[in-house]
Structures are given as C-alpha cells and as structure tokens.
C-alpha cells in the first residue's frame, strides 16, 4: 500500500532459481509506502540462475534482478534488510559453456534511509569453460539526509565466477545518495566503484576487499530501478575514502575523477586513497578538492592522501592531476591544501599529466599556497617527475608561496622546469642516492612546517596511518658516490633567488666521500 502502515516484512525466503536448465532466476520486486524490513536468517532471496545444459555449448542461467523500493507514499522510512539477497549467474558444467552472469539487484529508497545486509550478484563458477561475469548492484536514496549504510560483518559482492577456464569480468557497484554514504566492512568486493553524494558535506566511504577501479558503471536495471550510467566519485565538499585490500594484488586504479569540490564558498572535501597494491591515476582519473567559491574568502582545498601500505613494492602513478587549489573570492583566494603521496614500499612516479597543484584561490589577493608531501621507503623507492610542462608540475603558488616536502630511501628526481613552490625541505637516507630539484621562480631551501591531519580508517577498514608529517629543514643527503645535492632556480632577476635559509648536508655516516653540492640560480 500507499499509506501509513502500509509496511512489508519478508519473514520468509523468497526464492526464484529455475530447475529448467540454462534459465534465469526469476525476478523479484518488492515495493511498499511505508518501511521495508527483512527478518535476520529467514527473510533471504534468492534468484540465482539454473546451472548449464551437459553436452552442448550452452550458457547457465543468469541471476534473476532484485528491486527492492520503498515510495513516498509514507515519507522518510527506512529499508532496513538483516538477511542475504543472492542474485548470482548459474554454474557452467563443462569447458565448452559459459556461466551466468550475475544479476541486477537494485535498493531504492525515494524518501528514508538504507542499510544493507550481503548482497552478492556474482558471476557463474566455471565448470572448465568461460566463468560468468559479476553484476551489478545499485544503491539510492531520494531525499536530503536519507544515509546509506551497511550492517556489521557484511558484504557487497560482485565477481566474476571462479574456477578453471577462462576468467570473466567482476561485476559493480553504484551509490547514488542524498546523505553520507558509509561502506567500509572489509567483505565487501566489486570490480567497479561509482558514487555520488549529493547533500552538502555528506561523505562517501568505502572499502574493498581486493583490487578495485574507480570507473563508470552503465545504465543497467529495469523500470524504475532503470538508474543511469554514472562515472566516478563525486561529493559536494564531502570527504571521499576508498581503500583497496592489503595484499599486493589490490591495486586501485582511477579511471575516472574524484572531484569533492563545494557548491558554496567553504572547504573542499578530503580525499584518502589507500591500497595493498600499485595505486594509479589514469585515462580520466584526476582528483579535485578545491575549495569553493562565490564568498569573500574562497574555501580551502580540501586535503588529499594516496597510500600504498604492505610488505611488498608497488608504484604509486600519476598520470592524471590532483587539483587541490584555494576557491576563487571576491576578496581573497582560498589557501590550497596539504597533498601526501606516502609510499610505505616502492616508487613514486609523476608523469606527464600528473601534476599536483596546491595554489591558493584567486582574489583581490590571493590565497596562500599549500603544501606538497613525498614520502617513498624500501629498496626501490625512487620518485621521478617526467614531462616538461604545468601540466606535470608541482605547484603552491599565493600570496605566501606553498611548499614541498620530500622524504625518500631512495634518488629523488624532480626537474620538471615549470616547477613552482617557495620553499623546499628534503630528507635522502640512503647513502649514494641524490636529491635533485628544479624551480621556475625564487626559492628558498628553509624550514617547511609540520602538515596533513587525514588519515586511513582505522583497521580492519584501513591501515589506520595518518598523513601528518614533521617539520623539515634544509636539504639531507647521506652522502657516498652519488649522494649529491642538485638544485636550480630558472628565474631571472628578482623572480631567480635561490636562499639557503636552512643547511644543506651530505655528509655520510661511515668513511666514504661526502655528497657533492651544486646549487645554480638566474
């Protein structure tokens, strides 16, 4: 029904798997006016495919689609589900079949809250063949502050079948909230992540077991739980964290862009990225965090931390830009933010496209520059800056110019001739390993102040590291052959001075040649 009152409670199981063989699981809508709650163990559904035909090339059934809607015939009422929906493609039984694929299983809430139980719409095991691909899995809320959320100790699922054969394509999730969104049990696992929170300052929180994109994820459902495609993150000053699993197969790539910047003139939202594996911007995967604008005083960049964390090397790329500028003001500019690339073991690569730039906001004056924080351990940790042009620059221009910090085991490499902050700070441990440094404007090798105040989630969600860093000065090598220090200023004039506020020391600690110096300025 429509009315108050008019609740629905799935006490008992639902189940729609066909017998017929290579046949979808039959569908399953559930809509009411009024709350929707599923009973703990009993209230499951299940519309998993039937498994293929013996004999033939055939295809297993897929899994049967799921809507579950509440409507706004009774406003603000919760879906609140305590048992499993399993939507999943049906098993091929021989090497010459393919397995289902997993099906569509769509939560609505046009007015109220959602919290989700497991949910899986996997792929159909391989009996030798080709395994199904995973689904997708949809989630929506329609009015302001209606939250998403999901209950303890359970998963979002969407893989490609398992076992022998040839592997098929993990499935999706898509989050489309007015509130803040908040899936972070370590179960869940998907191919695909997009999201998009509309409410002013409402976050997006999810972790992943596994290797994970941030892509787009189609059009995909039946009337009404027909929700378009959608590409990326997005939040309206709201923070962003997503973390991938903790082993080195859990890479988190970005396909496409993470942007938290403010529809009004306050601070962008943080972003906190952290993975087991290789970490990559890539095709359209920039991240923006600029403050927002339309105030006298434009907002601040919202923070950004990217951490690869575990035992083994894995690269942290750039190939696409993080922006975490000041907001413009009529009167003046935002301050930019703090960005921390951390890499516990590997390198640190800022290729072409890559730029990161912590300018402060445009204004009658402008907003002071932020700060820059490289960090890179283990045995190969060099980081590297490739390109010649802005658009892979490392950028804190304002009225007070920003800085860049650098703490490395490993040869630093940052000659990038468009490079432009005010001061610089720089830490090499390991003996025979340089730093080298090129900026377009005035520099000063000086003190940079402790910054960064994000940090991974906790365990078992995260890591729990915090982006914060300490005080620096000067310039550090360890020294030995190659321990050298290279520092060049490529303005003229005014716009050339290369201060050295703060000592510059490549002395080793045992009997080896100390670290060359050469420091050139226009």
């Known amino acids: 029904g429509t009315t108050t009152g008019s609740t629905l409670t799935l006490d008992q199981a639902i189940n729609t798997t066909p017998t017929t063989l290579n046949t979808a699981g039959g569908a399953v809508s559930l809509t009411a006016g009024d709350a929707i709650t599923s009973t703990a163990t009993t209230g499951t559904i299940t519309t998993t495919g039937s498994v293929s035909t013996a004999g033939a090339a055939d295809t297993a059934g897929a899994g049967g689609e799921v809507l579950i809607r509440h409507t706004t015939g009774v406003a603000n009422k919760a879906i609140t589900l305590n048992a499993a929906i399993v939507a999943s493609g049906g098993a091929s039984v021989e090497a010459a079949d393919t397995g289902g694929g997993g099906g569509v299983v769509t939560i609505l809430n046009d007015s109220g809250t959602i919290s989700v139980h497991n949910i899986t719409s996997s792929g159909g095991v391989s009996g030798g063949g080709t395994a199904g691909n995973g689904g997708t899995i949809q989630l929506k809320t329609g009015v302001a502050g209606n939250t998403i959320a999901q209950a303890g100790s359970t998963s979002l699922i969407a893989l490609a079948g398992t076992g022998a054969g040839t592997a098929g394509t993990d499935g999706n999730l898509k989050v489309i909230s007015q509130g803040a969104v908040t899936l972070t049990n370590t179960g869940n696992d998907v191919g695909t992540l997009a999201a998009s929170v509309a409410d002013n300052a409402a976050a997006f929180s999810y972790t992943d077991a596994s290797a994970l994109k941030i892509?787009?994820?189609?059009?995909?459902?039946?009337?009404?739980?027909?929700?378009?495609?959608?590409?990326?993150?997005?939040?309206?000053?709201?923070?962003v964290t997503v973390v991938a699993g903790t082993t080195t197969g859990s890479t988190l790539t970005l396909d496409q862009a993470i942007n938290t910047t403010p529809s009004s003139a306050v601070n962008g939202g943080a972003v906190v990225l952290e993975a087991g594996g290789a970490i990559t911007l890539q095709t359209s995967g920039t991240i923006t965090t600029t403050g927002g604008t339309g105030g006298a005083t434009g907002g601040v960049g919202g923070e950004v931390f990217i951490h690869h964390v575990g035992t083994t090397a894995n690269a942290i790329t750039l190939n696409k830009a993080i922006t975490a500028k000041g907001g413009a003001g009529t009167t003046t500019g935002g301050n930019g933010a703090v960005v921390t690339l951390q890499n516990d073991n590997g390198t640190i690569l800022i290729n072409a496209g890559g730029a990161v730039d912590v300018s402060g906001g445009t204004g009658t004056t402008a907003g002071n520059g932020g700060t820059i924080q490289l960090v890179s351990a283990g045995t190969s940790a060099a980081i590297t800056q490739t390109g010649t042009t802005t658009a892979e620059a490392l950028l804190a221009t304002g009225a007070t110019g920003g800085s860049l910090k650098v703490s490395s085991s490993d040869t630093v490499t940052l000659q990038n001739q468009t490079n432009d902050?005010?001061?610089?700070?720089?830490t090499i441990s390991t003996a025979g390993k340089s730093f080298n440094y090129t900026d377009a404007n005035a520099l000063d090798i000086g003190t940079v102040a402790a910054a960064g105040s994000v940090s991974a989630p906790a365990s078992p969600a995260g890591s729990g590291t915090s982006a914060s860093r300490s005080s620096m000065s000067g310039i550090t090598t360890a020294g030995g052959t190659g321990g050298d220090v290279k520092v060049v200023v490529l303005g003229t004039g005014s716009s050339g001075t290369l201060n050295v506020n703060q000592a510059i020391n490549t002395t080793p600690s045992s009997a080896v040649n100390g670290g060359a110096v050469v420091l050139e300025a226009g």
């Open 215 to 239: 892509g787009t994820v189609s059009a995909d459902g039946t009337a009404p739980a027909n929700l378009g495609s959608l590409s990326g993150i997005a939040t309206k000053g709201g923070a």
């Open 421 to 426: 902050v005010q001061t610089l700070a720089a």
